[in-house]
């Protein structure tokens, strides 16, 4: 069956680091994938999308790879702040049977400390 | 834009009622969703349109949930009867070609707590 996973344990790190974080997928081919951050009684936030023809994406802080191989995204975010603290969502489109609607990870939470 | 604007903020209501949840989506976005986040599901797409029209109601739990998009600008979520198993955060999103561009944009959900 068709699995998103992303790390359900929270990442701690110090401020200034860089935050990575993971999306792995099975039985999906996603022309695309994309990672979205979430705050508390918030809704999820688009941050960037990423097709399966690119390698690496970037804005800002925040980069992206796609390895289409390993079947896996990494999300990095450099120079971390304490405000870069939320749920980080992947959500890649099924790949299959025509509809392109993405499905979505569980979300990992990020704690950056100061 | 005031993006995706989502109402009541929270409800609470009894076992057996109708919940009804609104939606005003960003204005020229051709694609509605509708999606509820638990801690044990996650984040689960219930039913989408594309201009107006209902394209996929698979996700949809039960007979007892429908939604209708009369025009661009507004979208509702009916749950009738509700149970205490319906309680979640419900959000709908909005966006402009499926969200293979830009992604999708979230309103700030409706928190749902059925007693």
């Known amino acids: 069956s068709q699995k998103i996973e992303q790390n359900s344990e929270a990442l701690n790190i110090q401020e200034g680091k860089t935050a990575t974080l993971t999306c792995n997928y099975t039985n999906y081919s996603p022309a695309y994938l994309q990672w979205y951050r979430q705050d508390p009684g918030r809704g999820p936030v688009f941050l960037l999308l990423?097709?399966?023809?690119?390698k690496e994406k970037r804005k800002e802080r925040l980069k992206v790879t796609f390895d289409t191989t390993l079947k896996q995204s990494l999300f990095h975010i450099t120079a971390s702040q304490p405000a870069d603290s939320a749920t980080y969502l992947c959500?890649?489109?099924?790949?299959?049977?025509?509809?392109?609607?993405?499905?979505f990870g569980r979300g990992t939470s990020l704690i950056v400390h100061p | 834009d005031a993006g995706v604007i989502q109402s009541p903020r929270h409800e609470v209501t009894e076992m057996g009622q109708e919940v009804t949840l609104r939606c005003k989506p960003i204005?020229?976005?051709?694609?509605l969703f509708w999606y509820r986040q638990t801690m044990m599901r996650g984040l689960e797409l219930l039913i989408y349109?594309?201009?107006?029209?209902?394209?996929?109601d698979s996700g949809m739990p039960e007979d007892r949930f429908s939604a209708k998009m009369p025009n661009a600008s507004f979208s509702t979520l009916k749950i009738q009867p509700s149970e205490p198993r319906d309680s979640a955060v419900y959000f709908c999103a909005s966006s402009l070609q499926g969200g293979t561009l830009y992604g999708y944009t979230f309103g700030s959900g409706t928190r749902l707590t059925v007693v």
């Open positions: 349109f594309n201009n107006n029209v209902p394209i996929d």
């Open positions: 204005s020229g976005h051709d694609y």
């Open positions: 959500a890649l489109d099924p790949g299959t049977g025509g509809s392109y609607i993405p499905t």
């Open positions: 990423i097709r399966e023809n690119e």
